[in-house]
């Protein structure tokens, strides 16, 4: 058995879907699906049910997922122990968060941060959600920055994963204003004249709790998804544009709302709330991220992940 194999079984329970797997593990999807076939004769049992759409686990492969998560943890711990004896990097502490997090929060939140302490030494792996978790399982990183939300299924075991409030924010639906400072496009829209929908693709965490929002509304929403991106900034940049109504976070529209630039595209009820978390393993961790990890306030968390 290799653990590549396990990596492909995590990556193919977050996609569902094998060609989505087979890209994201960078190999063609005639070999992703040996590899998943090879796991299931080392199993010994059928782990996905491929007669669905998207595909489900069986209920071996619900028993074998816990199993998978905690060999590749403790294995990527121990590789994270063994490459601390002797690593000059030893007092570098390594974050991973998305794109829009790590243009439009990381910086300014190490700052606030150090003013309190001192400068640490730091690396930013930025990335796709769910290449962020994986970096964090891995043991790649001490620490995910992440938006996190009732409807985003990050896989991270409360057993074995804590995280520290960083900040509350909101996604706001943004358009461009008309003359009188009114939105171009006002939601709900009808059905006549549906708004345009800047959509995040399905790789994005806070893109599923929209969708979501959207399929649950009390009232329908008519919207005509006209452009599709994983990154924040790009969506913004194309509601600035005009090009349409996207969900944005409330802490990436200070100036634009400030300058009126972009102003909300509907009432509040419209609005998203989530949280901004740092998360990391409850295994012991360098020194030096034990301390940064000591400066943030702690309060009552929850089983999250």
Not at 257 to 270: C, K, M, N, Q
Request: with cysteine; charged share 25%.
């Amino acid at each position: 058995m290799e653990s590549r194999w396990l990596e492909d079984f995590l990556s193919l329970v977050d996609t569902r879907n094998f060609s989505r797997s087979a890209q994201a593990r960078y190999t063609t999807q005639p070999a992703f699906s040996r590899r998943i076939k090879s796991l299931e004769e080392w199993v010994g049992a059928q782990l996905f049910n491929r007669s669905t759409q998207p595909i489900t686990l069986t209920l071996s492969g619900e028993r074998f997922r816990p199993v998978a998560e905690d060999v590749l943890r403790r294995l990527y711990q121990g590789r994270e122990e063994a490459r601390r004896i002797g690593d000059v990097s030893a007092n570098t502490i390594r974050f991973a968060a998305t794109h829009s997090l790590s243009l439009n929060f990381f910086p300014s939140w190490l700052r606030s941060l150090e003013l309190r302490s001192h400068t640490f030494n730091t690396r930013l792996d930025t990335s796709q959600f769910h290449d962020c978790i994986h970096l964090l399982q891995r043991g790649d990183c001490h620490f995910l920055i992440s938006y996190t939300h009732p409807d985003i299924q990050m896989h991270l075991p409360y057993e074995h994963f804590v995280s520290k409030l960083l900040m509350r924010d909101e996604l706001v639906p943004v358009t461009l204003p008309d003359s009188a400072g009114q939105p171009v496009d006002r939601l709900p829209g009808t059905e006549d004249d549906p708004v345009h929908y800047l959509a995040y693709s399905e790789t994005s965490a806070i893109g599923r709790v929209v969708d979501q929002m959207i399929t649950a509304a009390p009232e329908p929403l008519h919207l005509r998804r006209v452009f599709v991106s994983h990154m924040a900034a790009v969506l913004k940049a194309m509601s600035s544009e005009g090009r349409g109504t996207a969900w944005l976070p409330a802490s990436h529209l200070t100036k634009e709302f400030a300058e009126g630039t972009l102003v909300p595209a509907g009432e509040e009820r419209w609005n998203i709330p989530v949280e901004v978390r740092l998360i990391r393993s409850r295994d012991p961790l360098p020194d030096v991220s034990e301390e940064l990890w000591s400066l943030i306030p702690s309060e009552e968390d929850t089983d999250w992940g």
